[in-house]
């Protein structure tokens, strides 16, 4: 079974600052690795997809690396801001037998200060 | 291109009633997809329709259900309502060009709250 892990589940820091945020699953049988970010009581917003077969993906200042082999994937993000604050989910893609689906960590609750 | 649709937005409920959920997905989305969030559990996958076809079940019990109509709207059923059913329920449409590329894009959720 798929378990999805975040670390750490909260972490708070000064505006300006770049920070990484971790994620490890435990089976590398994955099609695909996202990161999400949700604003309290939203809907998730997709940020980055890395396909299984790749390393890394870029957009603006962020950037998601995969390790597929040791099954850990790193978002960092440079230059933090406060309308950065949110609670930032990873979730593998697994294929079922039938179609793939996606398990989800539990989430790390960044909070950017002023 | 307008984003996935939920509703209602917020729905409260008392034990043992039923409740019916809506989801329209992003137009040209065939796959629609439902998850349960909570406190204490996190984000779990319940189902996913394609097609009009239920293709994957998440480990949940059988008062929750789903189905899929020919334009790709989907409904989502929760009978003799629980206090452990109150969560975010959101839908998530994707287009499914391949397994490896495919993007879910996520509604603004459902907040279900049973009395």
């Known amino acids: 079974k798929q378990e999805v892990t975040q670390i750490p589940a909260a972490l708070s820091v000064p505006e300006g600052e770049n920070l990484v945020l971790n994620c490890s699953f435990t089976d590398s049988a994955i099609y695909n690795l996202q990161w999400f970010r949700q604003d309290p009581g939203k809907g998730l917003t997709s940020l980055l997809l890395i396909q299984s077969s790749q390393r890394e993906q870029t957009s603006g200042r962020l950037n998601a690396s995969l390790d597929k082999s040791s099954g850990r994937s790193t978002l960092y993000i440079a230059a933090s801001q406060p309308g950065d604050s949110a609670t930032y989910l990873c979730?593998?893609?697994?294929?079922?037998?039938?179609?793939?689906?996606?398990?989800f960590g539990t989430g790390t609750r960044l909070q950017v200060t002023l | 291109k307008a984003g996935v649709t939920q509703t209602p937005r917020y729905l409260i409920k008392t034990r043992g009633q039923q409740v019916t959920l809506s989801c329209s997905p992003i137009s040209g989305h065939r796959s629609v997809s439902w998850y349960q969030q909570t406190p204490g559990q996190g984000l779990q996958f319940l189902f996913e329709y394609f097609s009009e076809t239920q293709r994957n079940k998440g480990n949940f019990p059988g008062r929750f259900s789903g189905r899929q109509f020919s334009n790709s709207r989907s409904e989502m059923n929760v009978s003799t309502l629980e206090l452990g059913d109150s969560a975010l329920y959101l839908c998530?449409?994707?287009?499914?060009?391949?397994?490896?590329?495919?993007?879910?894009?996520f509604g603004p959720g459902t907040r279900l709250t049973v009395l």
């Open positions: 979730a593998v893609s697994v294929y079922t037998g039938t179609a793939s689906k996606l398990t």
């Open positions: 998530a449409s994707s287009l499914i060009t391949s397994a490896y590329t495919d993007t879910q894009y």
